[in-house]
Protein backbone atom coordinates (compact mmCIF):
# COMPACT_ATOMS: atom_id res chain seq x y z
CA UNK A 1 0.00 0.00 0.00
CA UNK A 2 1.41 3.41 -0.87
CA UNK A 3 1.56 6.22 1.33
CA UNK A 4 -0.81 8.41 -0.22
CA UNK A 5 -3.32 5.41 -0.26
CA UNK A 6 -2.45 4.45 3.72
CA UNK A 7 -3.98 8.41 3.93
CA UNK A 8 -6.92 8.34 2.02
CA UNK A 9 -7.43 4.63 4.36
CA UNK A 10 -7.20 6.34 7.53
CA UNK A 11 -8.85 9.79 6.24
CA UNK A 12 -12.35 6.93 5.56
CA UNK A 13 -11.78 5.92 9.04
CA UNK A 14 -11.51 9.02 10.42
CA UNK A 15 -14.90 10.05 8.56
CA UNK A 16 -16.41 6.96 10.06
CA UNK A 17 -15.39 7.24 13.50
CA UNK A 18 -17.25 10.94 13.39
CA UNK A 19 -13.21 12.14 14.24
CA UNK A 20 -13.74 15.66 12.38
CA UNK A 21 -10.18 17.27 13.48
CA UNK A 22 -8.55 14.75 11.80
CA UNK A 23 -10.82 13.80 8.86
CA UNK A 24 -10.47 17.85 8.12
CA UNK A 25 -6.31 18.16 8.67
CA UNK A 26 -6.00 14.51 5.83
CA UNK A 27 -8.79 16.33 3.08
CA UNK A 28 -6.54 19.20 3.33
CA UNK A 29 -3.25 17.04 3.15
CA UNK A 30 -5.29 15.14 -0.08
CA UNK A 31 -5.81 18.45 -1.58
CA UNK A 32 -2.33 19.13 -1.20
CA UNK A 33 -1.52 15.99 -3.33
CA UNK A 34 -4.36 16.68 -5.61
CA UNK A 35 -3.14 20.61 -6.48
CA UNK A 36 0.37 19.14 -7.07
CA UNK A 37 -0.80 16.48 -9.71
CA UNK A 38 -3.01 19.14 -11.40
CA UNK A 39 -0.51 21.86 -11.62
CA UNK A 40 2.69 19.44 -12.28
CA UNK A 41 0.46 16.67 -14.44
CA UNK A 42 1.86 13.73 -12.75
CA UNK A 43 1.53 10.72 -10.99
CA UNK A 44 2.80 11.48 -6.60
CA UNK A 45 5.85 9.10 -5.72
CA UNK A 46 5.56 7.87 -1.77
CA UNK A 47 8.88 10.51 -1.94
CA UNK A 48 6.65 13.42 -3.33
CA UNK A 49 4.36 13.02 -0.87
CA UNK A 50 6.88 12.60 1.95
CA UNK A 51 7.90 16.41 0.30
CA UNK A 52 4.85 17.81 0.46
CA UNK A 53 3.84 16.36 3.70
CA UNK A 54 6.98 18.02 5.40
CA UNK A 55 5.87 21.41 3.66
CA UNK A 56 3.01 21.40 4.99
CA UNK A 57 4.37 21.33 8.30
CA UNK A 58 6.36 23.32 8.09
CA UNK A 59 3.63 25.83 7.12
CA UNK A 60 1.75 24.67 9.87
CA UNK A 61 4.73 25.21 12.63
CA UNK A 62 5.02 28.86 10.83
CA UNK A 63 1.10 29.36 11.77
CA UNK A 64 1.17 28.34 14.92
CA UNK A 65 4.16 30.55 15.39
CA UNK A 66 2.43 33.74 14.32
CA UNK A 67 -0.93 33.04 16.35
CA UNK A 68 0.96 32.46 19.11
CA UNK A 69 2.93 35.94 18.90
CA UNK A 70 -0.93 37.44 18.30
CA UNK A 71 -2.28 35.05 21.53
CA UNK A 72 -4.70 33.17 19.56
CA UNK A 73 -4.10 30.17 21.43
CA UNK A 74 -7.33 28.16 20.27
CA UNK A 75 -6.12 29.15 16.14
CA UNK A 76 -2.10 27.88 17.47
CA UNK A 77 -3.56 24.71 18.52
CA UNK A 78 -5.50 23.98 15.83
CA UNK A 79 -2.31 24.12 13.51
CA UNK A 80 -0.28 21.76 16.32
CA UNK A 81 -2.75 19.30 16.12
CA UNK A 82 -2.62 19.20 12.22
CA UNK A 83 0.96 18.68 12.90
CA UNK A 84 0.64 15.43 14.82
CA UNK A 85 -1.74 13.96 12.41
CA UNK A 86 1.40 14.56 9.39
CA UNK A 87 4.09 13.56 11.72
CA UNK A 88 2.73 9.91 11.64
CA UNK A 89 3.40 9.55 7.96
CA UNK A 90 6.95 10.59 7.92
CA UNK A 91 9.61 8.38 8.09
CA UNK A 92 11.18 7.81 11.30
CA UNK A 93 13.02 11.03 12.09
CA UNK A 94 17.14 10.66 13.24
CA UNK A 95 18.21 11.20 16.21
CA UNK A 96 20.95 13.89 17.03
CA UNK A 97 23.47 11.41 17.08
CA UNK A 98 22.34 9.53 14.51
CA UNK A 99 22.16 12.80 12.41
CA UNK A 100 25.58 13.78 13.35
CA UNK A 101 27.23 10.88 12.41
CA UNK A 102 25.70 10.82 8.66
CA UNK A 103 26.89 14.46 8.87
CA UNK A 104 30.26 13.85 9.75
CA UNK A 105 30.13 10.88 6.50
CA UNK A 106 28.98 13.35 3.91
CA UNK A 107 31.36 15.47 4.57
CA UNK A 108 34.26 13.47 4.92
CA UNK A 109 32.99 12.25 1.16
CA UNK A 110 32.67 15.65 -0.14
CA UNK A 111 35.92 17.04 1.46
CA UNK A 112 34.18 20.06 2.79
CA UNK A 113 36.52 21.84 5.36
CA UNK A 114 35.35 25.20 5.86
CA UNK A 115 31.78 27.44 6.22
CA UNK A 116 32.34 27.94 2.78
CA UNK A 117 31.48 24.37 1.47
CA UNK A 118 28.63 24.32 3.44
CA UNK A 119 26.96 24.38 0.16
CA UNK A 120 28.57 20.99 -1.10
CA UNK A 121 27.69 19.24 2.11
CA UNK A 122 23.81 20.76 2.47
CA UNK A 123 23.29 19.30 -1.36
CA UNK A 124 24.58 16.24 -0.59
CA UNK A 125 22.28 15.88 3.09
CA UNK A 126 19.33 16.64 1.38
CA UNK A 127 18.97 14.33 -0.95
CA UNK A 128 20.83 11.64 1.45
CA UNK A 129 18.55 12.23 4.27
CA UNK A 130 15.37 13.19 2.53
CA UNK A 131 12.60 12.76 5.19
CA UNK A 132 14.47 11.43 8.05
CA UNK A 133 15.39 14.95 9.07
CA UNK A 134 14.39 18.31 8.95
CA UNK A 135 16.61 20.83 6.84
CA UNK A 136 16.41 23.66 9.33
CA UNK A 137 18.38 20.58 11.61
CA UNK A 138 20.56 19.53 9.00
CA UNK A 139 21.65 22.79 8.34
CA UNK A 140 22.59 24.01 12.24
CA UNK A 141 24.08 20.56 12.71
CA UNK A 142 26.54 21.27 9.39
CA UNK A 143 27.15 24.82 10.83
CA UNK A 144 28.37 23.46 14.18
CA UNK A 145 30.86 20.80 12.23
CA UNK A 146 32.20 22.95 9.59
CA UNK A 147 32.36 26.35 11.87
Known amino acids: MSLREKINQDLKEAMKA ?9 RLLMSAFKQ ?5 RKE ?12 QIKRRNDSATQYKDANREDLMQIELDEIKYYTTYLPAQLSNEE ?4 LKDIITQTGASTIKDMGKVMGAASKELSGRA ?11 LLG
Open 36 to 40: IEVDE
Open 134 to 144: DGKRINECVKS
Open 18 to 26: KDTKKRDAL
Open 99 to 102: LTKA
Open 44 to 55: LSDDDVIKIIQS
